[in-house]
Every structure is written in structure tokens, then in C-alpha cells.
């Protein structure tokens, strides 16, 4: 085989460092995708979307020579392992589309050979890798599937694909060990499981877990803020010295291609009985309804928590009696500070700031938006963001807005849920 390993959705969030981390411990990697213009961009030797470290470990993988691309699928039967991480989206009514899958390995079937291995990758709905076995077993196809989910944080992904154990899971004995083998080149350890179906649960459940956590952090946010209390001192208490608080993650929207709806497929393995699930999903997707309820009831600023340094009144009036005057948010200008899914992401899919933009829209005069990585011809550039906008949401907190400084726009009301500015005040000040 020319190839040691194919990766099928090779130039997206988990296909490139992960093919880019293979290629640089030795294993010959090919990255096959559809998106040709994509595919350029990393044969040129620079990530399409921010990647941690990626320009220097993809250059060092190329220069090996251990690293190549490729836009049609002829190389899947050039390589002894083939993995498979494309997207599986829900569908419109929040359902699992497990066509995701098979309909890219309809297409590609072909180019499948007897005795390859067929991992995958992408995070699935329970059954899926028995339902692909089964696919090639009735296609008198001798190709073995083994699922081995991803478990990085998108933007970090090289450092953990170093550092985290694989779950890795088989039909057989013989592919359990031979992927054990492949990601044993990058990884400290695996962990296998005794089926498939309990490795695609170790991943649905991982990822629900995470944003039931976030659910709860951003509804006690809810409580104290719907009572007039400052979240962030109850937050701070709770955790200060107390290790059963450690991970007790603070407010902030809980968004991006992954939690929701891998939440929303473990709920329809469940014929929908996932009440901690489906509570999450509100929870969380309300955050931008919240905000600008408060800001439409023009509720006293501790409702929403505005910016709060040390030393200073948390209840700090910065709109005063104008703030209670039924429909003051229909004359306000809205600007949103960051549009990616979460803070130094370039990321936009299912960010809540997008969201929080059409509602703000139905609600206030105008609505400016802007984000350091994302370039996008209708967003504006930060300053005349903050020159023209009444109110100013932090939606993505990125590093870059730390150099903000509140305090110099008296006029102005500042939203920041997640206590970015303060944070980093006080680290400036203790610096
Ligand atoms: N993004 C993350 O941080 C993350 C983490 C863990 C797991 N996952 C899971 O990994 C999977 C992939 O997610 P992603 O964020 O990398 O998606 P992505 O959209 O960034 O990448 C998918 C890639 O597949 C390519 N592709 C689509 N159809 C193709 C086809 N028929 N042939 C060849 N290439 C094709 C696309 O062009 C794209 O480059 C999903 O199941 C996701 O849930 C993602």
C-alpha cells in the first residue's frame, strides 16, 4: 500500500491535526477531502482555520514528505487504514442523520479493498460502526470497521492528540489491536472497550456531561442575576479553596458543531427520555433570550451583569433612569464583540453570538458585529463597534478584547457575562 492512512474529511477541524500529528510520528498519511480550495491552503504548509502550533507542525510533516493530499477518493484503496471524520450534523427537527456517514461510504465503496481497516471517527449514533460492519459484510466486502472516537478541544487539538488516551473499539480481536498499534504512534496509551456501541456512548456521553455542566454554571447565573445579585462574588466564593468546586464552569454561551447536537443524539437514543439533556438545550440556547430580555425590561444593571471591576460598586448604574423607560432598547445601537463559537476560535458554526445577532436585531435600532478572526464583509472593525454602540456584548470572549477597557466608555454599557474585564484586570493589576 502507498499509504498507511487515508483520512476521508482530511482537511476539516479533526481530520487535519490529527492526519498532521500521524504524518509527523512516521505513519504516511493522506488527507482526502472535497474541499479542493481548503486542500491548497495545507498543501501550501498553513491551516485552513486556527490551530494551535498548526503552520509549524504541518510544515514539519510536509517537509518529511510523510504527508500528502488528494481530492479524488482513489487513494482509499491505496492505504491500509481508512479513516472516516466528516461531519454528522442533526437534521432540522434535531435528529440524528446517520446518513451523514453512509452516504459518503456509498459513494466511495469502490474504492474499498478486501482487508483494510475502516475507522471511525466522527461522532456517531449508537449502532452506527455494527450497521457499517454489517453494510460491507452484505456487500461481500472484507473490510473490518473499528471506531475510535475524537475527544480534542478544536483549537488545541495537537497538544491533546499527544496527550489524551484513544479509546479505540473493534469487532475483532486483530483490528482492535492493529488500530491499538496506529494510534499508539501519537498517543500515551488506549483504552479499548469490549464493543463499538459502548466506545460511540464513551463520546455522547462525554460531550452531554460537558454541556450539562455548562448548563448548570449558566443557569445559577440565571437565579442570581433574576434576583439582582452579583453571580461572579457567589461564583468566587463557592470556589475559592473548595476542590468540589473546581469544575464548576462559569457562565458563557455553550455553543459550537459539537455539544448540542451530540446531546440531542444521545437523546433520541433514548426515544427523547434525556430530561438533563433536553433542560441543557434550553438552558444554554436561551443565554442570548436572556440577555436581551433583561436589556429589553431595561432591568437595574445587576439583572445583567455589567462590567465590575475590584474596588469598585458592582451596582454601578451606567444607564441610570433611562434604563427603566419602556422601549429604550429600540433606540439603542447593539455592537457584539465576537462572532466564533467560543474565545481564539475562527470557528462560526452554531455559535450562540449569531443568535444573540437576530435577536438583538428585532429588538434594538441597529446591531454591529465584529470578530478578530472571522472576516466577514458585513461585520464592522472593533473600534467603530465601540464608537457607535450604546450597549457592547462580549459573545466571544478573544484575548484581543482584554486591551478593551470599560471604564473609558462611561456613556456605554457593557455586557459580560463570562467577568472577562474584571478577570483580566485584576491579573494586570496583580502583574
Ligand atoms: N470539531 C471538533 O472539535 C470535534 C471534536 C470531536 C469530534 N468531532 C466530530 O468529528 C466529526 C468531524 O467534525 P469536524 O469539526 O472536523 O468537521 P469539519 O466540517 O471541519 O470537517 C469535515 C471535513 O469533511 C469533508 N468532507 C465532507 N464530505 C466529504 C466527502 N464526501 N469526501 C471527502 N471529504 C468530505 C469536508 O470538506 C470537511 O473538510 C463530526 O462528527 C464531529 O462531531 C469534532
Known amino acids: 500500500m502507498k499509504y498507511d492512512l487515508c483520512i476521508v474529511g482530511g482537511a476539516g477541524h479533526v481530520g487535519l491535526p490529527l492526519g498532521v500529528a500521524m504524518a509527523n510520528a512516521g505513519v504516511s498519511t493522506v488527507l ?60 432540522e427537527y434535531l435528529n440524528p442523520s446517520i446518513h451523514a456517514i453512509t452516504r459518503v461510504i456509498d459513494a466511495y465503496l469502490p474504492y474499498f479493498k478486501n482487508g483494510q481497516v475502516l475507522i471511525l471517527r466522527s461522532t456517531v449514533y449508537p449502532g452506527t460502526s455494527e450497521r457499517i460492519q454489517r453494510y460491507f459484510r452484505e456487500r ?47 498517543a500515551p496509551k488506549t483504552v479499548a472497550t469490549a464493543q463499538p456501541v459502548e466506545a460511540e456512548l464513551a463520546k455522547l456521553f462525554s460531550n452531554a456531561w460537558r454541556y450539562i455542566k455548562f448548563a448548570v454554571g449558566n443557569q445559577f447565573f440565571m437565579i442570581a442575576a433574576d434576583h439582582g445579585l452579583d453571580y461572579h462574588r457567589i461564583y468566587q466564593a463557592m470556589r475559592e479553596d473548595y476542590p468540589r468546586n473546581r469544575d464548576l464552569p462559569s457562565p458563557g454561551f455553550a455553543a459550537g458543531p459539537c455539544l448540542l447536537k451530540d446531546t440531542m443524539q444521545l437523546a433520541a437514543y433514548h426515544s427523547n427520555n434525556f430530561f438533563l439533556g433536553h433542560a441543557a438545550m434550553l ?105 457607535e454602540s450604546d450597549i457592547v456584548i462580549l459573545a466571544a470572549p478573544h484575548k484581543a478584547y482584554a486591551a478593551i477597557d470599560p471604564r473609558r466608555y462611561p456613556a456605554k454599557r457593557f455586557i459580560d457575562i463570562w467577568n472577562f474585564w474584571p478577570r483580566h484586570s485584576n491579573r494586570a493589576a496583580r502583574a
Open 283 to 387: 438552558v444554554n440556547e436561551g443565554m442570548p433570550n436572556f440577555i436581551v430580555k433583561k436589556l429589553r425590561h431595561g432591568a437595574s444593571p445587576a439583572a445583567v451583569p455589567t462590567v465590575r471591576f475590584a474596588n469598585e460598586n458592582p451596582l454601578r448604574e451606567l444607564i441610570g433612569a433611562e434604563a427603566a423607560a419602556p422601549g429604550w432598547l429600540k433606540t439603542k445601537t447593539v455592537g457584539i464583540l465576537g462572532m466564533a463559537f467560543k474565545g481564539e476560535s475562527d470557528d462560526p458554526r452554531d455559535s450562540l453570538s449569531y443568535k444573540l445577532k437576530k435577536i438583538a436585531e428585532a429588538e434594538a435600532k441597529r446591531v454591529l458585529c465584529t470578530d478578530e478572526y472571522i472576516k466577514d464583509p458585513a461585520f464592522h472593525p472593533v473600534r467603530t463597534v465601540l464608537a
Open 140 to 186: 461481500s466486502k472484507r473490510v473490518n470497521v473499528a471506531f475510535c472516537p475524537e475527544r480534542i478541544v478544536e483549537g488545541n487539538a495537537l497538544a491533546e492528540l499527544m496527550t489524551l488516551p484513544q479509546i479505540v473499539s473493534a469487532f475483532d480481536p486483530q483490528t482492535l489491536g492493529k488500530v491499538s498499534k496506529l494510534f499508539r504512534n501519537i
Open 32 to 91: 482526502f477531502d472535497t474541499n479542493r480550495e481548503a486542500l491548497e491552503v495545507i498543501a501550501g504548509g498553513r491551516f485552513p482555520f486556527k490551530e494551535k502550533d498548526g503552520d509549524r507542525e504541518l510544515r514539519r510533516a510536509l517537509e518529511k514528505r510523510k504527508l500528502a493530499t488528494a481530492h479524488t477518493p482513489d487513494v482509499i484503496g491505496r492505504s491500509a487504514f481508512v479513516l472516516l471524520v466528516v461531519g454528522t450534523p442533526v437534521d
